[in-house]
C-alpha cells in the first residue's frame, strides 16, 4: 500500500508544483545575483565620479590650507612593500616633499576611516618614491554616518566635503596626522 507521501509525489500535478518551485527558487537567486552586480556597479561609479570632481578641487583647498601640491595620481593607484604589504590609494597628490592621500567613499563608516589609518602604516613602504615625504591623509564621502566625518578630523585627517558644481570644502583637524 502507497503511503500518502508516495501518492503526493506520484501524483503529476504535485510533480508540476515542485519543479515550478525549484524553478522559482533558481530565478529568485538569479535575480538577487543581478542585484547585488547592479548594487557593486552603482556604488563604483559613485565611487568614481566623486573622485573626479575631488581631485581638480583638492588642489585649490589644499593650496588655500598652506599645502602645495602640483601633481595628482588617481584611480587606485597600487603599491606593494619589500615586506608584502599591499595597498590601493584612490588620489594621491603630491609635490617634492608633500603628499595627500585621499580616500574616496560613497558613504564612510567609523569602520572605514580605521582601515585607512591601517593601511598608511604601510603607505611609504608601499609607495617607495614617497618615502621622504610628508604625508597627510583625506577622505571625501558623498554621506558620512555615523558621525565618521568628525571622528576623521579627531584621528588627525584632513576631510572633504563636496559642496556641488565640482566645489569641495576642506575642513582641517586641529592636529595633522603625518605618516
Same mark, same amino acid.
Given at each position: ?8 509525489? @506520484?501524483?503529476? #500535478? ?8 525549484? !524553478?522559482? %527558487?533558481?530565478?529568485?537567486?538569479? =535575480? +538577487? ?41 588617481? @584611480?587606485?593607484? #597600487? ?8 595597498? !590601493?590609494? %584612490?588620489?594621491?597628490?603630491?609635490? =617634492? +616633499? ?82
Amino acid at each position: 500500500m502507497e503511503t500518502s507521501s508516495q501518492a503526493l509525489l @506520484s501524483d503529476p #500535478r504535485w510533480v508540476a508544483l515542485l519543479e515550478s518551485m525549484k !524553478e522559482t %527558487d533558481r530565478r529568485m537567486q538569479e =535575480t +538577487d545575483r543581478k542585484i547585488q552586480k547592479l548594487s557593486e556597479l552603482f556604488t563604483t561609479q559613485w565611487g568614481k565620479l566623486i573622485e573626479a570632481l575631488c581631485t581638480p578641487a583638492s588642489l585649490e583647498v589644499f593650496k588655500k590650507k598652506g599645502i602645495g601640491i602640483t601633481q595628482i595620481y588617481r @584611480s587606485a593607484a #597600487r603599491g606593494e612593500s619589500p615586506t608584502g604589504h599591499r595597498m !590601493e590609494v %584612490d588620489v594621491i597628490l603630491c609635490d =617634492t +616633499d608633500v603628499a595627500v592621500t585621499v580616500e574616496v567613499k560613497t558613504t564612510c563608516r567609523i569602520q572605514d576611516v580605521d582601515h585607512f589609518l591601517e593601511q598608511m602604516k604601510y603607505f611609504k613602504e608601499c609607495f617607495r618614491p614617497f618615502a621622504n615625504c610628508t604625508v597627510y591623509p583625506a577622505i571625501t564621502a558623498l554621506k558620512y554616518n555615523e558621525k565618521s566625518d568628525q571622528y576623521a578630523l579627531s584621528k588627525g585627517l584632513f576631510v572633504l566635503y563636496p559642496q556641488g558644481d565640482g566645489l569641495f570644502k576642506l575642513e582641517e583637524p586641529e592636529k595633522r596626522r603625518e605618516f
